[in-house]
């Protein structure tokens, strides 16, 4: 489901590192785990396995990974506990406590928890989703903030539901989006997926080199609250971080970007609240993992699993667990085309979700399916965001849709 989206629809998936399989450590929730630290509990140590860069908030490229940290957290790079035995040995003082590993989204954490596993520690705990939870969970996690979060950046991080409350609220923002030049394969894969994707209604959109152009649309704005969130690439933090240095005053970057903003207004049953504030680009209905877990028993809906038919068939590695495919799904591959497609699946009453490995490919197939009368359904970050939910997620409702 990038590492910041729909950086988080490919990059926070593609560029997660490879989990060892052992898998026996704990799990608990960055909510929980706050409650744990009000409540005081003494027999507790947080390790945070994220870069330097991310940890202190110094990335100077790539400043989107700049999301704070937890006062008091220990900090050991999971590079480190992987090539230094040093390391391991730092943390043997707290072999005795319960220890909490962190990154950003509960990849590391988990290669993390299993070396440590490995070496003989056995109160080992995963936090789910990671730091980028503070802005997903803003609202729970808003009540632990200021004794337990700090952040050294120079602008604000914002969530999607603070803008989404500001927006309900009629406050007026300045929503910048920002594209960089196309680096990766994901990147071209992005400018695909915004294509059909809905977007901010009222946003303007920039290259991340037109730096003087926004700041002559901030000035403009006349001290309107400025929110950024990258398109392609990156480049909005680094934008909002340029902007606090030329004397703007109120820059927040919104992490997640538009895709956690949509992800967040679905799960919160607020799209029809919030559709003045955004464009639809075609009839395709963009649907969350838990949008679809209320309906997985609904014999109305079905649900298309896009892949090759061979890697269908085949166990994938996951994040946590090995799998083949989630259950009740068909197999259906997109390059087969709406023609094919048509013939396999004539019936036009029918809900069909489709659902492809990293929420990118085969939204062709989807537009012309839409656009031929078909009710379709487009599951957010695919299979792999699917995953993502049930072993990050304490109440997901379809933990064990995967097959193992």
Known sequence: MIKQTVHIAITFFLLAPPVMAQNTYNEISLPALM?????????????????????????????QSNIGRLKGSLHIELRNLQQ???????????????IYLICSHSYRSRSASNILLKNGFTHVNNVQGGMTEWFRRYDELFPYKNSFYETSGAYKNIS????????????????????????????????????????????????????????????RANGQPVVLFNMVNNGAA????????KGVKEVSYLVGNNYYFYEYIRNKGLVARTKRFMVEKNVIEFITAPNYCSKVNDNGTLLIDL???????????????????????????????????????????????????????????????????YRISWLMGGLQRLEWYTINMENFGCKDILIK
């Open 35 to 63: 409650k744990k630290k009000q409540e005081g509990d003494s027999n507790m140590v947080i390790v945070d396995v994220r870069t330097n860069g991310e940890f202190y908030d110094s990335a100077s490229r790539g400043m």
């Open 84 to 98: 230094d035995p040093e390391a391991i040995r730092q943390l043997a003082a707290y072999k005795d406590k319960d």
């Open 160 to 219: 999607a539901s603070q803008v989404t409350a500001d927006l309900l609220a009629g406050k007026k923002l300045l929503l910048i989006g920002i594209s960089n030049t196309p680096r990766f394969f994901y990147d071209t894969a992005t400018i695909t997926f915004y294509e059909y994707f809905p977007l901010f209604k009222d946003a303007i959109y920039f290259n991340a080199g037109d730096s003087l152009k926004v700041l002559d649309e901030v000035r």
């Open 238 to 245: 680094e934008m909002a971080d340029w902007l606090v240095k």
């Open 307 to 373: 892949r090759h038919d061979t890697l269908f068939a085949r166990t994938t590695s996951g994040i946590k667990y090995d799998y083949k495919n989630a259950k009740g799904s068909v197999n259906f591959f997109a390059d087969r085309g709406a023609g094919s497609f048509m013939q396999a699946f004539p019936d036009k009453n029918k809900e069909y979700v489709l659902m492809s490995l990293n929420g990118i490919a085969g939204l062709e197939l989807a537009d012309v399916l839409a656009r031929d009368g």
